[in-house]
């Protein structure tokens, strides 16, 4: 059965501080890992990452997908109060990822 | 267009009635997703539809789930015989066919709660 596992479940730090959220998978047909952010409402899309090693950055967000551990990193710098969240990691399967298995997320909270 | 639309936004039911969700999505996406999401877990996939065509449906679509996309835009996923476990949020999700970055675009969802 597909699995993909998020850690740390939850965490609270404070803002300024740095974080590294993690996402280990075990699927039968991997095309691409995705990343997204849920507050109170739907996920919003981060980042999707299909090749090992090279890094994707949208501001104070990076992450990087590592193939042979199968797994990859979501990191956050200099976080900030909005950046508290639910992340969620996703990894697609088929042609266009038709089907995503989700984590269960990692609920982040930053403390002001 | 400024998005995946879904209604209702809540519905509170009692176990054995049926009940319809309906999603609107972005106007120029042909994939149409529904997903289920229950308190501290992530979303679960339950179908696709790429235009009008169901392509693949989870094993958890049981019996009594139905979803259809008629002509291609909307979407509608009725639930026959509610139980208490259907209580969830359910999310629609849409894509064009061509998008090379794998994004889906989630609609707010529509929270059910079986009594």
Not at chain 1, 50 to 65: D, W
Request: one cysteine or more; glycine letters at 8%; charged letters at 25%.
């Amino acid at each position: 059965e597909d699995k993909v596992v998020q850690s740390p479940l939850s965490l609270v730090v404070h803002e300024g501080d740095t974080v590294t959220l993690n996402c280990s998978y075990e699927v039968t047909n991997f095309r691409s890992l995705l990343w997204y952010k849920q507050e109170k409402k739907a996920p919003t899309f981060l980042f999707m990452l299909t090749s090992s090693g090279i890094e994707k950055k949208s501001g104070r967000l990076s992450s990087i997908l590592d193939k042979k551990e199968l797994s990859s990193i979501l990191n956050i710098t200099a976080t900030q109060t909005g950046d508290s969240a639910i992340y969620l990691c996703a990894v697609g399967e088929g042609f266009g990822n038709e089907k995503l298995t989700f984590g269960t997320g990692t609920r982040l909270t930053i403390i002001p | 267009d400024t998005g995946v639309s879904q209604n209702p936004r809540h519905k509170i039911t009692k176990r054995g009635q049926n009940v319809t969700f309906r999603c609107d999505p972005i106007s120029e996406h042909n994939r149409l997703y529904w997903y289920r999401q229950t308190l501290g877990q992530g979303p679960e996939f339950l179908t696709y539809f790429q235009n009008e065509a169901q392509l693949e449906k989870s094993r958890l679509l049981s019996d009594r789930f139905s979803a259809e996309r008629p002509k291609g835009s909307f979407s509608t996923l009725e639930i026959q015989r509610t139980e208490q476990g259907d209580s969830a949020m359910y999310l629609c999700a849409s894509r064009a066919f061509s998008s090379n970055t794998g994004e889906l675009f989630f609609g707010e969802g529509s929270r059910l709660t079986v009594l």
